[in-house]
């Protein structure tokens, strides 16, 4: 994870507890060390480099990135500019190396994936684009793997209950994916990036603003040849072919600022046997083909009153078609779902607040299949939300909201939520904040997904309860600026979120799946740690992640499997500003317990990155992803039974082993 920590407090992206884990005792030393220190660094210096500014949009407030009560963590341009190095054709690899969060793989053979955020399964997860939710439900399963990140300005994490803005499915956080927008100077780049594997990408971005009316427009080709590195007979990655087309439109005006896109992604996925992908004829085999088509509008429109409030009106349509086939099952059908909402920004001295209303609606209709044991779904939502900032002097501010949401399937909820913010001195923050959420049942869980939705029972509403939640989160930022050249950041997170009633796929019958509430409730409690060293050229990342996911029941708690308990990431960064980048990175994944009740192996992930950059219109990089080769087909068998009718094993480690990329990129 190539990071970018901002310098002083306005950097709030860390965490630090106790390890307990005997390969990693190192950094027991490093927060011992830290903790004796105490504020002897906390000395200001003249020399210190200028704080880069941040805005923050997902909180949607005015106040600066430090005086915002709520915990935001920020991937800036650094970051997505390394990760598009890596993987230019989507996301994945930019959150999965984040702390605090694991990208879990749902498909042995088509890599399909799902974001955890401290523990907890993706469903609790919101992922938005310009803070409107246009990845959920059917289409969610997907998503990581056809959004690319060149066109993105940055991503804003918020872990925890997040109920008052976005909804209450914001149980374990929310990631928030903002675009870039036209600026005073026209940008145009271009990524050609190749693979070991058999991977080809194209991507082009490009933007200006003249008098007031500007365009932005991105669009992608990826490809990818199955790739078996085992050896095995299946894909660990499989063959696809995407094409994504993005334009949008912004008007300013003098109180006014409007803004119109529309995004297209189509693509086609085949993964399982490579005799199958090499020749489709093959049979018997086992296949699993997936073509989709993604379409999605997102419109936005912000008026300055008089009175210096602002009235923002916002509304995202979204079109999402998939064809799923295995051998001898077909899954198919559509996703129409849509987002609107209203609401004014009022600050007012010492006091800002926030009010608005929004109204969710999504629809599927399954085609094919018996219509009896089909999965159509429609929900509805309105809400109302208000929330309030308020200064409580120089070292205290106070935030307090409440939404109620009302729902077509499951009643109306009521969900409270407060941060405080107090800084004891410019180079410490300590944040505390915690709410309620919600979920309503879907059919749409990474369960499903690893099953192909094969032998899934349609929703039981009548037999349901929506999911509720309860969370708390503390942190404490400090940053010490030992010397002009040496400056040290560490931030320590503890979290503990509850969910009562979770919704568990259950096997009933041979080949059958019920969705039930066995257990009484979940939680996971822990702790993250982000620290981060410079001096001169070089940067040194670490951060650690502890995730205790509980399953509660009459007969007992369990562990919740496959999950890793323990995480690490170790990066070390040289950098000489627009000239070179080179990054050595080290990441640690604990056991994992898997469904049949064993336990995985745990196991490490090395990589090299390095970029050289000629002039400010052309680089070349280079990526040795997974150098050493972990596979979880080097520990294990990845399947029993027969190529035609496999058996597949929990995933808990990479498939994809070790790959190189590189390319260039032109700007111009």
């Not at 906390?42 to 500014?53: C, F, H, I, S, T």
């Not at 955020?117 to 969610?140: A, E, N």
């Not at 959420?437 to 509403?461: H, N």
């Not at 399953?551 to 070390?572: A, C, M, Q, T, Y």
Request: hydrophobic share 35%.
């Amino acid at each position: 994870m190539l990071v970018a920590f901002r310098n002083s407090h306005e950097n709030e992206k860390c965490s630090a507890t106790k390890l307990q884990l005997g390969s990693v005792h190192y950094f027991c030393a490093f927060v011992v060390c830290f903790s004796s220190f105490g504020n002897v660094w906390a000395q200001e210096e003249a020399g210190a480099e200028a704080v880069e500014e941040i805005v923050i949009t997902s909180t949607r407030s005015r106040r600066s990135f430090s005086q915002q009560p709520t915990r935001v963590e920020v991937l800036g341009a650094e970051e997505i500019n390394e990760k598009v190095n890596m993987k230019p054709g989507s996301i994945r690899m930019l959150l999965n190396e984040s702390t605090g969060i694991y990208v879990q793989q749902t498909s042995a053979t088509s890599f399909n994936s799902s974001i955890r955020i401290q523990g907890l399964d993706g469903k609790y997860t919101q992922l938005l684009r310009d803070g409107m939710p246009v990845y959920g439900g059917f289409s969610g399963g997907l998503s990581l793997l056809q959004i690319a990140p060149l066109d993105l300005q940055q991503v804003e994490l918020v872990k925890g209950a997040s109920s008052t803005l976005f909804g209450g499915g914001a149980i374990a956080g929310l990631v928030n994916l903002i675009s870039k927008t036209p600026g005073s100077e026209p940008e145009r780049s271009i990524v050609l990036n190749g693979t070991s594997a058999g991977g080809v990408d194209a991507s082009g971005f490009l933007s200006g603003m003249n008098n007031g009316i500007g365009a932005t427009l991105f669009t992608s080709i990826n490809h990818s040849a199955a790739y078996d590195p085992a050896d095995n007979g299946f894909s660990a990655i499989p063959e696809f072919e995407r094409v994504t087309f993005n334009p949008r439109v912004f008007v300013e005006g003098d109180n006014s600022d409007f803004s119109f896109g529309v995004s297209a992604i189509i693509e086609d996925r085949l993964g399982g046997s490579m005799d199958y992908i090499a020749d489709s004829n093959n049979q018997p085999a086992y296949f699993e083909d997936s073509d989709t088509t993604r379409l999605a509008t997102q419109f936005e429109y912000n008026y300055h009153l008089r009175s210096g409030n602002e009235l923002v009106l916002r509304n995202s349509v979204n079109y999402f078609d998939r064809n799923l086939e295995i051998p001898d099952f077909r899954f198919s059908g559509t996703q129409v779902s849509s987002f609107s909402e209203a609401h004014i920004l009022a600050p007012a001295g010492t006091v800002e607040w926030i009010a608005g209303l929004n109204l969710w609606t999504e629809d599927f209709d399954q085609e094919g299949g018996v219509k009896a044991l089909a999965h159509d779904f429609s929900s509805r939502t309105l809400g109302t939300f208000v929330q309030g900032t308020i200064s409580l002097g120089d070292d205290v501010i106070l935030e307090s909201g409440l939404r109620v949401d009302h729902t077509s399937n499951y009643g109306s909820f009521i969900l409270p939520r407060i941060s405080l913010l107090f800084t004891p001195s410019s180079k410490t923050t300590i944040r505390v904040g915690g709410g309620l959420g919600y979920k309503e049942p879907t059919p749409f869980t990474e369960a499903a997904e690893m099953l192909q939705f094969k032998g899934v029972l349609p929703l039981e509403s009548s037999n349901l309860n929506a999911e509720r939640s309860a969370g708390l989160n503390v942190d404490i930022n400090r940053a010490f600026q030992i010397s002009n050249d040496l400056s040290f950041n560490i931030n320590w997170l503890l979290f503990y979120t509850r969910v009562d009633d979770p919704l568990s796929l259950i096997e009933r019958g041979e080949s059958q799946f019920v969705y039930q509430q066995i257990n009484d409730y979940l939680d996971t409690s822990g702790t993250e740690v982000n620290s981060v060293w410079r001096w001169k050229n070089l940067k040194y990342f670490l951060g650690y992640t502890l995730a205790d996911v509980t399953e509660h029941r009459d007969d007992g708690s369990f562990d919740s499997p496959l999950i890793p308990k323990e995480r690490v990431n170790s990066v070390l960064v040289y950098e000489v500003e627009d000239d070179l980048r080179v990054g050595l990175e080290a990441y640690y994944f604990s056991s994992q317990k898997l469904n049949d009740g064993s336990r995985s192996r745990d196991y490490w992930i090395f990589g090299l990155m390095m970029e050289k950059i000629f002039n400010d219109d052309f680089s070349f990089f280079l990526n040795f992803e997974n150098f050493t080769d972990t596979r979880q087909t080097r520990f294990d068998p990845l399947f029993t039974g027969s190529l035609a009718d496999p058996i597949f094993s929990d995933i808990y480690a990479p498939l994809d082993g070790f790959v190189v990329n590189g390319g260039v990129k032109l700007n111009f």
